[in-house]
Every structure is written in structure tokens, then in C-alpha cells.
């Protein structure tokens, strides 16, 4: 292949293990958040902000959107898209959800399922 094909074959791969990357710190985040505010009581301010969580679901959902939707155009696959977006709605309710357990459920199986996409899109794309 060519240097121009790919360049963008990189990008996309780099992007989803962006997106990888950022949902194994979003599910260590909500397991901090769970051990510290309630274990030990700090941090709360920080750790449970809204504003926190609407960015962190606006980025998976920009990259996510991205990276596999340029690879299920690239690959015809729809399983890594159908997968990510079931974790997006996860991760968006968990927003819709109040502080504690049911909301770092909601989360962790988000950013699973967004993770298992991209892996999946990786895959599909050689």
C-alpha cells in the first residue's frame, strides 16, 4: 500500500486504542471514586463531578464515532459499531443514574462494551 493509504489506516488504529486507553481509566476511575469517597471520604467534589462525566462521554463518543465508524466503512463490519454505541447508551445512563453502585455499574459495562468494539474493529480491520 501506499504511504497516503496508510496514514489514515494509522490514525483510525491509534484512535481506537485511544479509545481502549480512555475506557480502562474511566472504569478505574469509578472504582477510585468508589474506595475513596465512600471508603475513606475524600475527593468527592473532584471525583464525582457532572462535568467530569459529560466530557469523558462526549470524547468516548467523538472518538468511538470515528474510529470504528471509519472502519465499519472501511471493513463492512457492523458488530464493532453496534457493540461501542450499546456501551455509549450504558455510559449515558449511568449519567441519568445518581452517585454510587448503580451508576458505576452502568459505566463499567459502557466502557466494556465500547472497549470490545474497538478491539473488535482492530481486528476486523487487517
Not at 20 to 34: E, F, M, N, R, W
Not at 49 to 55: K, L, M, P
Not at 119 to 125: C, P
Amino acid at each position: 500500500m501506499t504511504e497516503a493509504h496508510q496514514n489514515p489506516r494509522l490514525i483510525r488504529r491509534r484512535l481506537d486504542k485511544a479509545g481502549i486507553a480512555l475506557s480502562a481509566l474511566c472504569a478505574v476511575h469509578c472504582v477510585l471514586t468508589i474506595l475513596l469517597v465512600s471508603g475513606l471520604g475524600v475527593g468527592a467534589q473532584f471525583f464525582l463531578a457532572e462535568e467530569i462525566h459529560r466530557f469523558a462521554l462526549a470524547i468516548a463518543l467523538i472518538i468511538a464515532a470515528v474510529a470504528i465508524g471509519w472502519g465499519a466503512l472501511l471493513h463492512r463490519r457492523r458488530e464493532p459499531f453496534v457493540i461501542a454505541m450499546m456501551g455509549l447508551t450504558f455510559m449515558g445512563g449511568a449519567l441519568a443514574s445518581p452517585h454510587g453502585a448503580q451508576e458505576a455499574v452502568l459505566t463499567i459495562i459502557g466502557v466494556a462494551l465500547v472497549s470490545m468494539g474497538h478491539i473488535w474493529n482492530l481486528r476486523v480491520s487487517h
